[in-house]
């Protein structure tokens, strides 16, 4: 199955639901509700929950046109968009062509391709520290840092050569030699633990995942995003495969970039956030990414639950029992924190026992 290109038009119809807290530094709360025990005539109820402190999207990318050409461009869904920089070292050098970001240990590592040097990045104010002699290759796109492993790597795109990159003195060593279809490899990712680095491919326009042990290259799928767009960069977040998807207006000449998720599964590209216009963006750098909410049921006989995904919902319960019924807040597979309500439906009254009575007997009845 092919992945489906993405319009620009689309993408910016299809954001995420807003956020519900106007603080990102407190983590994400959820209550259930109170416990309730229910008439026993009454098998339909609500189960309404509360949340906060959800998570913004935020992150960052670089190098717009423009009045952002050569800065720092950062998305946060409470603050919007700033623009940081431009992007420079200490005498002033602009930096312009920020290939990637790699958050690694507390820090921030850039990738500059025209000075072909690993620097140190200050988001704050978008000072380049580099951290040795450039490297002796010609277009150095996309970093992967492999936290188990504690490895970095970058990738020249000219030789299509996978570098393995010391951090302490940038000098670096060649892991293999990409065959020769592979030569527009625009980024790299690494899935901590699993021993490979991915990347994308916008020559054979297609997702591919290198074996670091054995050197072998498995497809992965078909980005399919045609010419006038691009799976520019890729990162992957709590698990998950995310790319910076920019598209070419010819109209306007401009490009545009937006966050999406690859879903490796169904083979989709889900947008989150907004189209961020005018900037033709290398890199990608994931902060935070929003918590969905979630009913479930824990125990008790079986109930419905219309719209497990809104706090407020109407719940069905088939008979008398106890049931309960967790609201979670998940980071993609993983619950960060849930909650519980109890609701009891009781039996039905038992009709009332009929007793005899007094007085004469009627017609044909005796004592």
């Known amino acids: 199955m092919l992945l489906p290109r993405i319009a620009t038009s689309c993408l910016a119809a299809a954001l995420l639901a807003p956020c519900l807290a106007p603080a990102a530094s407190a983590q994400v709360w959820v209550n259930a509700g109170q416990d309730a025990t229910l008439a026993p005539e009454r098998p339909l109820t609500r189960l309404a929950g509360a949340a906060g402190n959800i998570s913004p999207l935020d992150f960052w990318v670089a190098d717009g046109d423009g009045a952002s050409e050569n800065r720092l461009l950062k998305w946060n869904d409470f603050t919007g968009l700033t623009v940081v920089g431009p992007l420079q070292d200490s005498t002033g050098r602009i930096y312009g062509w920020p290939s990637d970001f790699e958050r690694v240990r507390g820090e921030v590592f850039g990738i500059e391709t025209f000075d072909r040097k690993l620097y140190r990045l200050d988001g704050t104010t978008g000072l380049c520290t580099d951290v040795g002699p450039a490297l002796a290759y010609g277009r150095l796109f996309g970093l992967a840092y492999d ?147 979630v009913w479930v049921q824990v125990s008790g006989p079986a109930a419905t639950i219309e719209q497990p995904a809104r706090l407020d919902t109407p719940v069905t319960l088939s008979t008398p029992g106890q049931y309960v019924f967790e609201l979670q807040a998940r980071l993609f597979h993983r619950v960060v924190v849930a909650d519980q309500v109890t609701i009891r439906l009781p039996p039905p009254a038992a009709p009332p026992k009929r007793t005899g009575g007094g007085g004469s007997p009627g017609p044909g009845q005796t004592h």
């Open 147 to 293: 936290y188990g492993a504690d490895k970095l790597y970058a990738v020249d795109n000219k030789t299509r050569k996978i570098l393995q990159v010391d951090r302490t003195t940038a000098t670096a060593t060649v892991i293999t030699t990409l065959p020769a279809q592979f030569s527009d490899v625009r980024g790299l990712a690494c899935r901590s633990g699993d021993g490979r680095l991915w990347f994308c491919d916008d020559a054979t326009e297609t997702l591919q995942r290198l074996d670091l042990a054995t050197l072998t290259i498995e497809h992965i799928l078909d980005l399919n995003d045609g010419p006038d767009a691009k799976v520019d960069e890729i990162e992957f977040f709590e698990g998950q495969l995310f790319c910076a998807y920019r598209t070419y207006d010819a109209g306007t000449n401009i490009w545009s970039v937006q966050l999406a998720r690859i879903d490796l599964e169904d083979e989709v590209a889900v947008p989150y956030g907004p189209v961020i216009h005018d900037v033709s963006a290398h890199s990608l750098l994931i902060h935070s990414v929003p918590e969905s909410l």
